[in-house]
């Protein structure tokens, strides 16, 4: 008996011992195409990039909600002036291509500190989302502060903390359930390895869903584990900070209440109870409480626009109905979900769109096993649910916060929205085992395709 525990325990050490070296060489490849990608990419050229920093600041600063000072500017938030310089030193550039420019901007922005004078900066495009998502760039922003770095040394700081904490996220889910080979897929589209490499909260709920949904397979394979509650507990975090940092996302309230069903823990209906209400109570304080003056419909609050689609749902399925039988709009999504990189006007390559359609297309196709889905009916049932629902929560978002009234296409969707349903898709199918290796293989692959054509694109635009 000695002896088997002593070969048990040197088979124990073996295995961490390989896992660590994996685990180390994964985050130095990882950090040097980071790098790479981060020499030609300017900063706040990804959507929304600088709403997002600015929400951070506006964190960092405990503007916890955000506000309009008279009621009639846009709600937001404190942030340092000179991040405000920062900003407006690159909007330019935004959509403008002038490599000279841009690279003495980066000189001038290594010359810039941070004032510690706050000023007010409107941001109602993401006022609705509850700031938790926004920690690891509010972190980033403060020691970025306290050692006094130059703007520009701050910002690479926030994104390689960002990057750091999603990274990170995934690694744990992978150690709780591994992640199937077409979430894998998506994950490494080049859109999805843009948005993971800037500091906004894209590559976060990426990450954060990719928990999500591995510890909802591990605690339906393993109800009786000693660390259930645990687990189940950070699955009630990651529901609560997805759903109320992505309106669309609030159908993942109910993975508490499907545990419940499936294992009749009490403690699941108490989860989800806890955290519907506390989801449902943030989002209505944010409609109540945000002044928006009406993005794109001035002088109608969103409220209102709300109240009239929900009163109108034929209305609703006809704008739907008609904006997915726009080929030129349908095919937009398409390529901008395989990657359309800046402010959407970045391309990839000619041969990127076909090819990583095809890939995609392929491995999703390979990984359907009927045998799979008779052993996991339900299971599969629930996510393909949470897909469709989902991207129809997405388009009813936009209608309501980005369109026009009236209107009769939904305006502002973009492909990167639907990476997260086709990541829950991919859990819905899993993955066959007897193909397991050779996907991996050729995943790696696509990885480096990606990486190199997003320097790509970025260099060609910008160098």
């Given amino acids: 008996m000695l002896l088997r525990k002593e070969s048990d325990y040197k088979n124990w050490a073996t295995f961490h011992k390989k896992t660590s070296t994996l685990t180390f060489l994964f985050f130095i490849v990882v950090a040097i195409a980071f790098g790479w990608i981060l020499h030609v990419k300017p900063p706040f050229m990804s959507p929304d990039e600088n709403s997002h920093l600015s929400r951070a600041d506006a964190l960092r600063n405990g503007n916890i909600l955000l506000f309009s000072p008279d009621g009639k500017l846009n709600s937001g938030g404190y942030v340092d002036e000179s991040l405000t310089a920062f900003r407006a030193s690159y909007e330019p550039f935004m959509r403008l291509h002038d490599a000279e420019k841009v690279n003495q901007t980066k000189r001038d922005m290594q010359n810039l500190y941070w004032s510690g004078k706050n000023n007010f900066y409107s941001m109602a495009n993401i006022s609705f989302y509850f700031p938790a998502i926004y920690i690891p760039q509010a972190v980033g922003l403060e020691i970025g502060h306290l050692l006094n770095l130059n703007v520009f040394s701050t910002y690479k700081l926030v994104s390689s903390l960002t990057l750091m904490v999603s990274l990170i996220v995934l690694l744990m889910a992978w150690k709780i359930h591994p992640i199937p080979v077409p979430a894998l897929a998506v994950l490494l589209l080049p859109m999805s390895i843009f948005q993971f490499m800037s500091p906004t909260i894209d590559g976060l709920t990426f990450a954060l869903t990719t928990l999500t949904l591995s510890l909802l397979v591990n605690l339906l394979n393993s109800q009786y584990d000693k660390v259930f509650i645990k687990k189940l507990l950070m699955l009630a975090v990651c529901v609560f900070i997805l759903s109320s940092s992505r309106a669309n996302l609030l159908p993942l309230i109910f993975l508490p209440l499907w545990l419940y069903i499936k294992t009749r823990k009490k403690i699941c ?5 806890i955290t519907a209400a506390l989801v449902l109570s943030w989002t209505y304080l944010a409609i109540k409480t945000v002044n ?28 739907i109905t008609n904006t997915l039988t726009d080929y030129p709009i349908v095919n937009f999504y398409y390529q901008s ?3 359309i990189l800046g402010w959407l006007d970045i391309p990839l390559s000619g041969f990127a769109y076909w090819g990583f359609g095809l890939f995609i297309y392929s491995i999703f196709i390979i990984n359907l096993k009927k045998a799979n889905f008779n052993a996991r009916k339900a299971e599969v049932s629930l996510l393909l649910l949470f897909f469709i629902s989902i991207i129809t929560l997405t388009f009813c978002a936009l209608l309501v916060q980005w369109s026009p009234f009236p209107t009769e296409k939904v305006d502002g969707v973009q492909g990167r929205y639907f990476i997260i349903p086709f990541i829950i898709l991919g859990y819905a199918l899993q993955d066959k085992p007897e193909y397991r290796k050779a996907s991996h293989c050729a995943l790696l692959i696509m990885a480096i395709i990606s990486v190199y054509l997003v320097h790509s694109a970025l260099k060609a635009r910008y160098f």
């Avoid at 209906?269 to 109870?273: A, E, G």
């Avoid at 419909?297 to 704008?319: N, S, T």
């Fill in 269 to 273: 209906f108490i989860t989800f109870f």
């Fill in 292 to 319: 928006d003056n009406g993005i794109h419909h001035p002088g109608i609050e969103q409220i209102d626009v709300l109240k009239h689609y929900i009163l109108h749902p034929f209305e609703v399925l006809a704008i």
């Fill in 337 to 339: 979900f395989i990657g």
